[in-house]
């Protein structure tokens, strides 16, 4: 039987074993090493500064300053640094401080006397009396209602491009105003689309402005706080107080995730977002059908009423929902006994990151609901991993039937040993 398994091997997986394995808990972690970031195209930079996008390890011996360091690049604030650089660093911290990653996935997580069953894509089980989920972001990309019900031939999300060549030369309908659609934007316009555009709900684009230089006079730093969200005293809250941040009533934490850090573009990125010039704002997309000669039609509704539009291929930059529903890798009855929070139906976390099934912990984007924003990003990795870590090792001394986790179950039963 062992401690600790960790499901998902990408900055929050990897510094939550670090931490295991620092403490002695003999973690074994599954995952391919920062996979989705390695996906990612071509050409991508990081949009927060270098200084804010550690890995965590107890030590801090092996934060993205070290590596590039040890590369002869100089990680400099306000300096972007690509996407690829980032992902080859995480698997230089996975070979440094996580012992023996298995890069085989987990595809099913299911309760079991005293523990877990986890089973791995090949077939193999094996049990655990806790488990860390860490599966990152892909499994609750969201697509627009309208564009769901059609093939990747015609819409894909911006998460599936590992590389945009594929539509040079076609006319592509960018969905979203984030930073993830004009970035998709402008390098389609650098790969050669014949095409592209913008289309989104929001009624003007928003650019992060260029941060301030790091070491200021006091009394800059004081009205302006750098902290890894961006500056201001609103962003520090969020950065250094998540504990704070989940006392707060339910409807508020619900409305703070849906309106904190909105979507915005990177300010070196609107110089390169120049070359699209057709963007619709203040648009969505009510209905979408293949046509008889193979593009497709767009009812969009604007502004100025409805019209409609037609494109070789739509790409849905529209970003991730925490569902619960999404978390396919959770055996069903599980999922169904896990007490939720917020709109989207996201698993409700306890102080130590322990969800409300024992010894069943949770960490990134799954637990922004409950922490608010900074799990959105890999800023969030550090505060995480050593409370998560902190939560298992009082779990394995409570046992799984123990108390102290978060409360009812959502079915309104009682899972064993959970705290109403």
Not at 117 to 134: I, M, N
Not at 157 to 181: E, I, K, M, N, P
Not at 190 to 216: F, K, M, Q, S, Y
Not at 226 to 253: E, I, M, V
Request: charged share 20%; proline share 7%.
């Amino acid at each position: 039987m062992l401690d600790l398994v960790v499901v998902g091997a990408g900055p929050y997986g990897l510094s939550v074993a670090a931490h295991a394995a620092a403490g002695g808990l003999g973690p074994v972690t599954f995952g391919r090493p920062m996979e989705s970031w390695h996906a990612m195209p071509s050409g991508m930079f990081l949009k927060s500064e270098p200084w804010a996008s550690h890995l965590s390890d107890p030590a801090g011996s092996y934060g993205l300053d070290a590596y590039a360091a040890a590369r002869g690049v100089c990680a400099e604030h306000g300096v972007p640094l690509p996407v690829s650089f980032f992902a080859a660093y995480g698997e230089w911290f996975a070979r440094r401080a996580v012992p023996g990653v298995d890069e085989r996935l987990i595809v099913s997580v299911a309760p079991a006397p005293e523990g877990f069953a986890v089973t791995t894509e090949d077939g193999e089980s094996l049990r655990t009396r806790t488990v860390a989920l860490a599966v990152g972001v892909l499994p609750f990309l969201e697509v627009p209602g309208p564009l769901r019900h059609l093939p990747r031939r015609y819409v894909t999300h911006s998460s599936h491009h590992g590389g945009l060549d594929a539509l040079a030369g076609r006319d592509v309908t960018v969905v979203g105003a984030g930073q993830a659609a004009l970035e998709t934007a402008a390098l389609l316009a650098e790969a050669g689309a014949g095409a592209v555009r913008i289309v989104a709900r929001a009624d003007r684009l928003r650019w992060n402005t260029l941060p301030p230089v790091l070491h200021r006079g006091p009394w800059a730093a004081l009205r302006a706080p750098h902290t890894g969200l961006g500056c201001g005293w609103t962003n520090k809250l969020y950065a250094d107080a998540p504990g704070a941040f989940r006392r707060l009533p339910a409807a508020t934490r619900a409305r703070l995730f849906d309106s904190a850090l909105g979507p915005a573009g990177a300010w070196w990125l609107r110089e390169r977002f120049a070359a699209v010039t057709d963007v619709r704002l203040g648009h969505r997309i009510a209905a979408a059908a293949v046509t008889g000669d193979g593009r497709l039609r767009l009812d969009v509704e604007g502004p100025d009423g409805a019209g409609v539009l037609e494109t070789d291929h739509v790409v849905a930059a529209t970003g991730f929902v925490p569902s619960l529903d999404r978390a396919g890798v959770l055996d069903p009855a599980l999922r169904s006994a896990l007490r939720t929070v917020g709109p989207a139906g996201a698993p409700e976390t306890g102080a130590l990151f322990e969800s409300s099934w024992p010894g069943l912990f949770l960490a990134g984007l799954l637990t922004a609901p409950s922490y608010g924003p900074s799990m959105r990003f890999v800023f969030g990795a550090k505060y995480t991993a050593d409370r998560l870590v902190r939560g298992v090792r009082r779990r394995l001394r409570a046992g799984t039937g123990g108390g102290g986790a978060v409360g009812r179950p959502r079915s309104g039963g009682r899972a064993a040993g959970v705290r109403a």
